[in-house]
């Protein structure tokens, strides 16, 4: 199960589904892209692999499909608030995950948080939450995504989000009060 962050990532899995030879599933959202380039040769992605796209020690933030750049915007602003390194994750697969990386951020970082547009119960914070339980030292773990019940129709993504607490102010807040709660302390960067 494939979630693309952006139009560009959408044609690589695309691709990726036509070279398995078996099935596959791609979730994107309705409306317009991000507007980024497409590359002229589309890549085939590693199934199962999850692309880090920002460095980070304290929070590390894996997110799946259009809620990549967000958590890239909201990553850059708190540790410019915060002078917490936060690093962002494009996790790509909902199924499977990157046991290997989420395994080496959950042993390293003080809080993860997942950002899904999806309900949260039953989606991919719930399958990063399991694998959390094999691991012998994981990190608190913070899920945000639409909640398990009735969504009504929208004049926009956006005015939905923030009637359902995902507008970005919201998504930074619930993060920071985590954090805040955890009493982390911020981890030295990687020598």
């Known amino acids: 199960i494939m979630q693309p962050k952006d139009e560009d990532e959408l044609v690589d899995m ?3 589904g036509l070279q ?3 099935p596959c599933f791609i979730r ?3 409306g317009a892209g991000e507007g980024v380039a497409i590359k002229e040769s589309p890549v085939a992605l590693p199934i199962g692999k999850a692309e880090t796209v920002r460095e980070g020690n304290n929070i ?3 997110a799946l499909g259009p809620m990549v750049p967000l958590a ?3 990553a850059a602003e708190i540790e410019a608030d915060q002078g917490i390194t936060v690093g962002v994750v494009n996790a790509r697969f909902a199924k499977p995950l990157d046991i290997e990386l989420l395994e080496k951020h959950a042993n390293k970082a003080s809080l993860l948080v997942t950002m899904e547009d999806h309900v949260v119960t039953g989606g991919f914070g719930s399958a990063v ?3 959390l339980q094999g691991f012998d030292r994981p990190a608190p773990l913070e899920r945000i995504g639409w909640p398990d019940r009735f969504v009504e129709h929208g004049s926009s993504v956006d005015v939905l989000r923030a009637a359902h607490g995902l507008s970005p102010d919201k ?3 619930d993060i920071l009060c985590r ?3 955890l009493g982390a302390i911020p981890v030295e960067a990687d020598a």
Do not use: D, F, V
Request: zero cysteines; proline letters at 4%; glycine letters at 4%.
């Open 28 to 30: 994107y959202p309705r």
């Open 179 to 181: 954090w805040q709660r």
């Open 129 to 131: 939450l399991e694998a």
């Open 14 to 16: 695309l691709h990726t």
């Open 72 to 74: 890239q915007k909201l």
């Open 60 to 62: 590390i933030i894996w």
């Open 20 to 22: 398995l030879g078996s």
């Open 171 to 173: 998504i930074k807040q």
